[in-house]
């Protein structure tokens, strides 16, 4: 999977060649495969980066504006969704890359495996299948209590 980042090399805006300076910074640091596709100076290139932006990302005007972002086809967005994924620390989901082990974005990743909708853990039971823990642990802590029953009873 190639990320391509559409740019344009000849702006003359400082507030679009600063957007383009910070996606491709940030990619770098990364150390994510992308490559640069220069609207400014190929025309297939433009017109393939205003073809295949989505109908609801585009402006008012139509015209969507570099950087945009795509992973192969697949449309990730532009500087506005790519900064707010990385204010997120889910760079990699918005580019639809797995988060390499040890990022926060792959510990994030573990947290929401072990986290569901916020509330509890899940854990498997011995057949591998899911239970909820809270679940779990009441049913743990009712097994003891009656373990406990039959030792006290085994006792008198």
């Known amino acids: 999977m190639v990320i391509k980042v559409f740019l344009a090399s000849s702006s003359g805006s400082t507030a679009i060649k600063k957007k383009q300076q ?14 640069q596709l220069d609207i400014a100076c190929n025309e297939e290139n ?4 205003r073809q295949n932006v989505p109908e609801e990302k585009k402006p008012t005007n139509g015209i969507p504006l570099p950087p945009q ?15 707010d994924a990385k204010e997120d620390n889910s760079v990699y989901a918005f ?16 947290k929401v495996h072990i986290v569901e909708n916020g509330n509890h853990a899940e854990e498997t039971n ?7 823990s809270i ?8 097994g003891q209590e009656e373990a406990d029953d039959d030792r006290e009873e085994e006792a008198e």
């Open 135 to 142: 679940q779990a642990r009441v049913e743990e802590e009712e």
């Open 126 to 132: 011995a057949e591998g299948n899911l239970v909820d």
């Open 95 to 110: 580019l639809g890359l797995p988060p390499p082990p040890g990022s926060k974005e792959a510990e994030q990743a573990d």
């Open 69 to 83: 972002i795509f992973n192969e086809e697949n449309y990730c967005g532009d500087y506005d969704t790519f900064f």
């Open 22 to 35: 910070d996606v491709v910074g940030f990619l770098e640091a990364l150390k994510v495969d992308y490559t």
């Open 46 to 49: 433009r017109m393939w980066m």
